[in-house]
T-cell receptor, first 112, second 115 residues
Framework: KQEVTQIPAALSVPEGENLVLNCSFT??????LQWFRQDPGKGLTSLLL?????REQTSGRLNASLDKSSGRSTLYIAASQPGDSATYLC???????????FGKGTKLSVIP | GAVVSQHPSRVICKSGTSVKIECRSL??????MFWYRQFPKQSLMLMAT?????????EQGVEKDKFLINHASLTLSTLTVTSAHPEDSSFYIC???????????FGPGTRLLVL
């Protein structure tokens, strides 16, 4: 059974800092990995999707990497802003099943 | 991009009543819809997978007679929480996937509070 772990559970940084969120998964047989953002009481916003054959994806200040063999992904946020404050969820799609398994998320607070 | 809506966004009901939550894909045909539940400080947990025109597949531990899912068309799936109890209070999120099922598009979620 796939398990997804996110470290740290919470993170507080001053505005302008670069930061890294970590995600690990136990079964490397994945179809893709996604990073989502969730604002309090809201649904999910997809940030980046990395196919299993890819190593990284970039969107603006966000960069996500994937090391499938070691079961790890990182989300790098450059020059953090208060508007980046949210919970960031990592999820993997199982190969052949298309079901998502989510981590518990990292709650990020960017202090002005 | 693909848009998925949910209605209502928030609902408060009395214990013992039933609540229906709608999930619609607005600009694409969703052959498969997924229903998730998220308790505070917990990750999303898949409750069931529904394919248009067939019975939903429920995850272990999810009562199919309590959480009724209907996926009668390619753009609409409904989740009915029957005889709701306070422990059913949670955030319910649906997602929809098109025929390729490579990407799930998520709805904004429905917050249910059972008094």
């Amino acid at each position: 059974k796939q398990e997804v772990t996110q470290i740290p559970a919470a993170l507080s940084v001053p505005e302008g800092e670069n930061l890294v969120l970590n995600c690990s998964f136990t079964d490397s047989a994945i179809y893709n990995l996604q990073w989502f953002r969730q604002d309090p009481g809201k649904g999910l916003t997809s940030l980046l999707l990395i196919q299993s054959s890819q190593r990284e994806q970039t969107s603006g200040r966000l960069n996500a990497s994937l090391d499938k063999s070691s079961g790890r992904s990182t989300l790098y946020i450059a020059a953090s802003q208060p508007g980046d404050s949210a919970t960031y969820l990592c999820a993997v799609t199982g190969a052949g099943s298309y079901q998502l398994t989510f981590g518990k998320g990292t709650k990020l607070s960017v202090i002005p | 991009g693909a848009v998925v809506s949910q209605h209502p966004s928030r609902v408060i009901c009395k214990s013992g009543t039933s609540v229906k939550i709608e999930c619609r894909s607005l600009d694409f045909q969703a052959t498969t819809m997924f229903w998730y539940r998220q308790f505070p400080k917990q990750s999303l947990m898949l409750m069931a997978t529904s394919n248009e025109g067939s019975k939903a597949t429920y995850e272990q531990g999810v009562e199919k007679d309590k959480f009724l899912i209907n996926h009668a068309s390619l753009t609409l799936s409904t989740l009915t929480v029957t005889s709701a109890h306070p422990e059913d209070s949670s955030f319910y999120i649906c997602s929809a996937a098109d025929r390729g099922q490579e990407t799930q598009y998520f709805g904004p979620g429905t917050r249910l509070l059972v008094l």
